[in-house]
């Protein structure tokens, strides 16, 4: 069974951190794309940040600086480190991890940064 398990989420302050994990099973992990998505309220799905099976790293122009990407191969995770938080971030953070022949979606996890 495919699960992809998004956790760290929380409410945090303007300029805090947060950093989510997705935990992956099910699925070949090491050979998938990961990525980082996030959904605000009223707005289309957005991408944030990618990482390829081979390291290769992407982010959107608005996060760059601030939040990082990383994968473990061996224990299926893929993070997102998230500094210098602002109000503008908050959404529900997806993780989705796709190949040329599959692609799978986590459930999400809230961030919200609120004073």
């Known amino acids: 069974q495919v699960q992809l398990v998004e956790s760290g989420g929380g409410l945090v302050q303007p300029g805090g951190s947060l950093r989510l994990s997705c935990a992956a099973s099910?699925?070949?992990?090491?050979?998938?794309?990961m990525s980082w998505f996030r959904q605000a309220p009223g707005k289309e799905r957005e991408l944030v940040a990618t990482?390829?099976?081979?390291?290769?790293?992407n982010y959107a122009d608005f996060v760059k600086g601030r939040f990082t990407i990383s994968r473990d191969n061996a224990k299926n995770t893929v993070d997102l480190q998230m500094n210098s938080l602002q109000p503008e971030d908050t959404a529900v953070y997806y993780c989705?991890?796709?190949?040329?022949?599959?692609?799978?979606w986590g459930q999400g996890t809230q961030v919200t940064v609120s004073s």
């Open positions: 989705k991890g796709y190949s040329l022949s599959a692609l799978y």
């Open positions: 099910g699925f070949p992990f090491s050979k998938y794309v």
């Open positions: 990482i390829s099976n081979g390291g290769t790293i």
